[in-house]
């Protein structure tokens, strides 16, 4: 027994005694954490204008897009199409249904305006698997993006970037850096 005693003291080591069996309160209490603002909910709807973009033509497999915002010259949308401006954020719709599709697009708009993103690529797909060769995506997006309030021009990618199955878009600078939209 005083063996088991003996192998217990040394296993724990030297001890010291409980003087006080009360511990104070002001040192558990831990700092109160830094508020935050509550994320402000974002209606996507908001920033497609109310009114109907004049007489848009559907589209087929093979059309290619362009769209220049009033106030914009020409060359704008030739420096676009070269890739002048550089892609800095991109999205693959492909699959989806019109309704996701919007929803996916609105989102992307919005997140790529807040960082201040200039110039994003958006492949939708050509539409082989569409009813009648017309594609619904593409058309959609042929519609939205011309109602787009931060969409300032669009235009089809090169062969190489996706073709008629994808869309180079200018954005317009984000508010919080300073610059005023160029056609406003």
């Given amino acids: 027994m005083s063996d088991d005693f003996d192998l217990f003291r040394q296993t724990v080591g030297k001890v010291q005694a409980v003087k ?3 511990v104070p309160l002001h040192e558990q209490i831990r700092p109160k954490p830094k508020p935050y603002p509550k994320p402000v909910a974002v209606n996507f709807d908001a920033h497609l204008s109310s009114r109907n973009p004049e007489d848009i033509e559907t589209v087929g497999i093979y059309d290619s897009m362009n769209f220049l915002s ?5 060359s704008v949308l030739k420096k676009l199409r070269k890739g002048f401006f550089g892609i800095d954020a991109e999205i693959d719709l492909h699959g989806l249904n019109a309704h996701e599709a919007k929803r996916q697009l609105l989102h992307f708009l919005h997140h790529s305006v807040e960082e201040g993103c200039r ?3 958006i492949v939708h797909g050509k539409g082989y698997r569409s009813l009648d060769n017309l594609p619904v995506i593409k058309n959609e ?4 993006l011309r109602q787009h309030k931060d969409v300032q021009a669009f235009c089809s990618a090169s ?3 996706g073709g008629t199955g994808a869309l180079f878009v200018l ?4 508010d919080k850096y300073g ?4 056609n406003e």
């Fill in 20 to 22: 006080q069996d009360k």
């Fill in 70 to 74: 009033a106030g914009l010259q020409n």
């Fill in 119 to 121: 110039c994003v690529h």
């Fill in 141 to 144: 997006l042929n519609r939205l």
């Fill in 159 to 161: 062969p190489k970037e």
């Fill in 171 to 174: 954005l317009r600078l984000s």
């Fill in 179 to 182: 610059f005023e939209s160029e």
